[in-house]
């Protein structure tokens, strides 16, 4: 079935509805949308969690769970084609080579058993039937595109030795493989710092500018939305309530729902610290050197130095923010400090040396020192419900709770958090990113933990929501004197909770002090391309995001 029109564009949208059977019933989660896009035109949509963004998004492909998912209306017409109705051989010959996709969560969607070049590798041969060689160098190519630093030594690599924002560039130079005629990217630089964001989107525009390629750009970041969007649909409650040109949209909103997510960012400062406060933790020379094996003998001819020689002293009650860019070493810090991973060098919790401690040693500090990852869907497990998920770190730390009380800290939990406790018995796959990161905060703050290490908590949440759970952290560290090592590339996110900030570069501290005087002073030049970066990309005019 085709649709001809004398000036039809690239991909038409028409009353597209999108259900989901849950207990027996079907429950919208689009409702009738309708939008076009036309050849070289970028299009945002923009919208809260749960919303219906990334579900819309997905149904272009139909790439949904069917039969469990629905449309019990519309057509989504690409060049002329209805997709909706297509056939399974159609929709093959249009995903990943007219039509790529690049995921809101890079670790769910790479192979782990496939090394970067594989996987990169694969669409090359796949679609362009490229030889090893070939693909090798168009492979390095890619990656230096995306930002990959040192390609070459991320061939062969697999996603779980990659940073959040490095496994997220992969994906995005896999998705452009194929130089696609429509690229939707579905959250592309939520994971990225704020000098790659700048880079990923003058990749975009220049890629856009070279092949005349459409974009579907789907976030919750309004500030990328300004400088990139030609036009903007603002999405609640699965329906379109506004779309217009979005120099028309951010001057001139009509739609009270607009006027919120535009008046939305995480605001306020640090609570103070006492000048008394007791140290909770030190690190002193803390060393995470991963070797590079080569060879037949697997010899080990160097070392990747994620954490190289760092200090540091976290005080009761006290939030230390840790920024740089990705790959800089912040995570792999926090996970050394939790003894997640192996690591040289003394750490000092509550006045107990950690290092060297067996398994089951440890076992009793976890329930005081939790964590919050990056990737909720990747953290979550897929067969547990979210009761589960929360409850299962109180059926080993609080062992004597009866089931009520146990089901009483878990609702209690996901209210603190915003998750409405009669979802609890559903599973990850039935809550948006943003909901699905929440939940990853209930299950750490349901042990009332004094020490949670926090990466990057707030990268998949949209504006609104950020300023929600910031304002809930503070909150729950005023009540509990909870003690925060909060990892994140946005700036505003840090100097809104943080009382001191560390930053780093290439696994050492670059420069390190209160937040007021590193965001407000930087000292190193690092530093300051880091502050200048954040500016650029709240006020600076369209096209002026790169150095």
Known sequence: MNKTTPSQPLLSVEDLSVAFRQDGEEKLAVDRISFDLQKGETLALVGESGSGKSVSALSILKLLPYPAASHPSGHVWFDGEDLLHASDKALRAVRGNRISMIFQE??????????????????????????????????????????????????????????????????IAMALANEPELLIADEPTTALDVTVQAQIIELLRSLQKTHGMALMFITHDLGIVEKLADRVCVMTDGKIVETGL???????????????????????????VADDAPILLTADDLKVWFPIKRGFLRKTVGHIKA?????LKIRKGETLGIVGESGSGKTTLGLALLRMISSDGPIVFQGANLEG??????????????????????????RMSVEQIVAEGLAIH???????????????????????????????????????????????????????????????L??????????????????????????????????????????????????????????????????????????????????????
């Open 106 to 171: 890079p670790m769910s969607s790479l192979n782990p058993l496939h090394s970067v070049e594989q996987q990169i590798g694969e669409v090359l041969s796949i679609h362009h039937g490229m030889g090893e060689k070939q693909a090798r160098e168009r492979v390095l190519q890619l990656l230096d595109d995306v930002g990959i630093h040192e390609p070459e030594k991320r061939l062969k690599s697999y996603p779980h030795q990659l940073s959040g924002g490095q496994r997220q560039r992969v994906m």
């Open 246 to 272: 979005t120099e028309e949209i951010f001057a001139n909103p009509q739609h009270s729902y607009t006027r919120h997510l535009l008046s939305s960012e995480p605001s306020g400062r640090a609570l103070p």
């Open 307 to 311: 954490v190289d020689g760092i200090s």
């Open 357 to 382: 401690l067996d398994t089951r040693a440890m076992r009793d500090k976890r329930g005081d020192m939790q964590v919050v990852f990056q990737d909720p869907f990747g953290s979550l497990s897929p």
């Open 398 to 460: 609080a062992a004597n709770l009866s089931a009520e009380e146990r089901d009483a800290k878990v609702v209690n939990a996901l209210k603190e958090v915003g998750i409405d406790p009669n979802t609890r018995h559903r599973y990850p796959h039935e809550f948006s990113g943003g909901q699905r990161q929440r939940i990853s905060i209930a299950r750490a703050m349901v042990l009332e933990p004094s020490f949670v290490m926090l990466d990057e908590p707030t990268s998949a």
């Open 462 to 547: 949209d504006m609104s929501v950020q300023a929600q759970v910031v304002d809930l952290l503070r909150d729950l560290q005023a009540r509990h004197g909870l003690t925060y090592l909060f990892i994140s590339h946005d700036l505003k996110v840090v100097r809104a909770l943080s009382n001191r900030v560390l930053v780093m570069r290439q696994g050492k501290i670059v420069e390190e002090g209160d937040a007021e005087q590193i965001f407000d002073a930087p000292q190193t030049d690092y530093t300051k391309a880091l502050m200048a970066a954040a500016l650029r990309m709240e006020t600076a005019p369209e096209g002026v995001v790169s150095d």
